[in-house]
């Protein structure tokens, strides 16, 4: 097997690590982490990252400006992988330095850990692309996907997850005791932890009377439009945080215009670290620097250089050459949307190209 050190200057100039190696490393992190509890306990000071997406060059630009590791301390709340073009490079990156640097770096699971989202949303098709048409690499890291921690609480006080509340979960030791070391099930208390989205916008009824117009948020859980996990309102933040002896959460999981957004007067705090999402939302990103549980900072940043390249690159050639070369029906009978989805049909699945114009074309609203 390589070094560490070699696998870690591969990986910082962009390059792939060997298949074997992959296998290596995974089988080597699941040593290490199936020692941990599903809820793992950390000090400040700690940088809190959001998710990745696999935009490793926005990767790469979170340490230039949070400091590199071991220099400084990281949790990330998950969703490494799909959507970006560098789903590989970036979960491999974080994993050698977590065998590397095991107490200087904390990494949780995000409901796109999963062989089953993995499948629809790019990493798959990614591995293969990338490890010539073998799926032996998506197989190794989803293996390993299954023992990642599901939560961190930093200074006893800062309860940190990738999604949410769930309500099987009133106390942290119900965590505690999920058996976490399995694909993500479609519902339950590990479920909701990966995809429950915090929720304190008035619901508007036009159908109301003009007194009942405006709907107080709900309080308690709701049915997620994601369709898994919740959405949970304020009350439900303030009885978990009493029962468990917690000040605040912070959590990822949706896209936020400027990088972060507090919920509940800060006893929710989103962190988003996915800049220009997609390589064409034009969102702000953020790493949250912990210096005490009282004491932080928001490092809001921009997308990376060479993520404007690429967008300017392949992904605006790839739509322009579509809409020249057709002859059927005219572009502008054709909304972008429904333009994308009738390419997808004749394209190389693995070309760079397919992946950037497909990561370009999928909709943010509640998209998983
Ligand atoms: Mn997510």
């Known amino acids: 097997m390589m070094k560490l050190d070699e696998c870690l200057e591969l990986l910082y100039k962009g ?78 990156l974080l994993m050698v330095l977590k065998l590397r640097y095991p107490n200087r770096i904390h990494l949780l699971r995000g409901n796109h850990e999963s062989r089953q989202i993995t499948q629809s949303y790019g990493f ?37 997850v990738h999604g949410g509340l769930s309500p099987n979960v009133q106390t942290i030791d119900q965590i505690r005791i999920i058996d976490r070391f399995r694909e993500i099930p479609h519902d339950g208390a590990m479920a909701d932890l990966v995809w429950s989205d915090p929720e304190d916008n008035p619901i508007i009824d036009p159908t109301a009377t003009s007194e009942g117009f405006y709907y107080e948020p709900s309080q308690h859980f709701q049915v997620s439009p994601r369709g898994a996990g919740y959405t949970f309102g304020r009350s439900v933040v303030e009885k978990f945080l009493q029962l468990n002896n917690m000040s605040r959460i912070y959590r990822a999981h949706q896209l936020c215009n400027e990088g972060f957004q507090i919920y509940f007067d800060g006893l929710v705090t989103t962190v988003w670290s996915a800049p ?37 690159g392949s992904t605006t050639k790839v739509i322009q050459e579509y809409f020249n070369n057709d002859n059927n029906i005219s572009s502008s009978q054709l909304s972008l949307m429904d333009g994308f989805e009738a390419m997808e049909e004749s394209m190389d699945l693995f070309s760079d190209a397919y992946q950037a114009r497909s990561a370009a074309s999928r909709k943010v609203e509640y998209f998983l």
């Open 276 to 312: 220009n999402y997609c390589y064409r939302c034009g969102n702000k990103a953020s790493i949250l620097e912990l210096y005490s549980k009282d004491v932080y900072y928001f490092n809001v940043f921009e997308e990376a250089p060479e993520n404007k390249s690429l967008n300017e």
């Open 15 to 92: 390059q792939l690590l060997p298949e074997a190696t992959i296998r290596a490393l995974s089988y080597k992190l699941k040593e290490m982490l199936v020692q941990q509890s599903n809820v793992i306990h950390i000090s400040t000071p700690v940088t809190v990252v959001g998710d990745i997406h696999g935009q490793f060059h926005d990767l790469l630009e979170i340490f230039h400006i949070g400091g590199p590791v071991p220099n400084t301390n990281y949790l990330f709340l998950g969703d490494y992988v799909d959507r970006g073009l560098y789903s590989v490079e970036t979960i491999t």
């Open 124 to 160: 798959y098709t990614e591995c293969l692309n990338k490890y010539g048409g073998n799926s032996k690499v998506w197989n190794y890291l989803t293996d390993f996907f299954d023992y990642l921690v599901l939560c961190c609480i930093i200074d006893d006080e800062l309860f940190c």
